[in-house]
């Protein structure tokens, strides 16, 4: 993910209102082709889009904090809910 984040670690919605665009998201997952999206603000809740277009479909994006050793949870299209572990953040 390509997001900003606040001083406590959590996703800055100012910093995304100024430039959504730049809040890029890939999924790399072993042999299986590379995944694009944007995570987007939705109704004070976060969202990937994995297409463009204002129709794509979204996946629900939670995450509390975004800091090693968190946790978080994505609702697919299909409905699952899948938890992923965050093992690193990076500076810029």
Same mark, same amino acid.
């Given at each position: 993910? !390509?997001?900003? @984040?606040?001083? !406590?670690?959590?996703? =800055? =919605?100012? #910093? *995304?209102?100024?430039?959504? #665009? &730049? *809040? !890029?998201?890939? !999924? @790399?997952? $072993?042999?299986?082709?590379?995944?694009?999206?944007? /995570?987007?603000? /939705?109704?004070? &809740? *976060?969202?990937? %889009?994995? #297409?463009?277009?204002?129709?794509?479909?979204?996946?629900?994006? =939670? #995450?509390? /904090?975004?800091?090693? $050793?968190?946790?978080? &949870?994505? %609702?697919?299209?299909?409905?699952?809910? %899948?938890?992923?572990?965050?093992?690193?953040?990076?500076?810029?």
């Amino acid at each position: 993910m !390509h997001v900003v @984040l606040t001083p !406590h670690g959590r996703l =800055d =919605d100012l #910093a *995304w209102q100024g430039d959504p #665009a &730049s *809040w !890029h998201v890939r !999924h @790399l997952c $072993g042999q299986a082709p590379v995944r694009e999206g944007d /995570l987007v603000r /939705l109704d004070g &809740s *976060w969202a990937l %889009r994995e #297409a463009p277009g204002e129709d794509a479909p979204l996946q629900d994006f =939670d #995450a509390r /904090l975004i800091r090693p $050793g968190e946790y978080a &949870s994505l %609702r697919g299209t299909d409905g699952v809910l %899948r938890s992923f572990r965050i093992v690193a953040v990076e500076p810029d």
